[in-house]
Nanobody, 120 residues
């Protein structure tokens, strides 16, 4: 089993910042893409940012210029630096990773989710 453990969520005023962290552990052959999704009540889970193992990053349009994704591959950890937070960023944020469990078996793992609440 591959486990993802998240931290860093919380309550912040609009314009504030938070940094989310997610560490992957367990038996893995490799991790390809790590990313962050978010889900507000009654809404579908939506990709916020992702990064490939070689550092190529993608962002949801509404967070470009405010959020920065980064990875420490040696620690199997992905971060999401969130600056200039807005109330519409309020959601449960989930870490995701996909790759190879073994040379012959793939995996797709999710973290437990961490609440981010941005007040007006």
């Amino acid at each position: 089993q591959v486990q993802l453990v998240e931290s860093g969520g919380g309550l912040v005023q609009a314009g504030g910042s938070l940094r989310l962290s997610c560490a992957a552990s367990g038996t893995m052959f490799s991790i390809n893409t790590m990313g962050w999704y978010r889900q507000a009540p009654g809404e579908q889970r939506d990709l916020v940012a992702s990064m490939t193992s070689n550092g190529d990053a993608s962002y949801k349009d509404s967070v470009k210029g405010r959020f920065t994704i980064s990875r420490d591959n040696a620690k199997n950890t992905v971060y999401l630096q969130m600056d200039n937070l807005k109330p519409e960023d309020t959601a449960v944020y989930f870490c995701n990773a996909d790759g190879r469990k073994t040379n012959f078996r793939s995996f797709n793992a999710w973290g437990q989710g961490t609440q981010v609440t941005v007040s007006s």
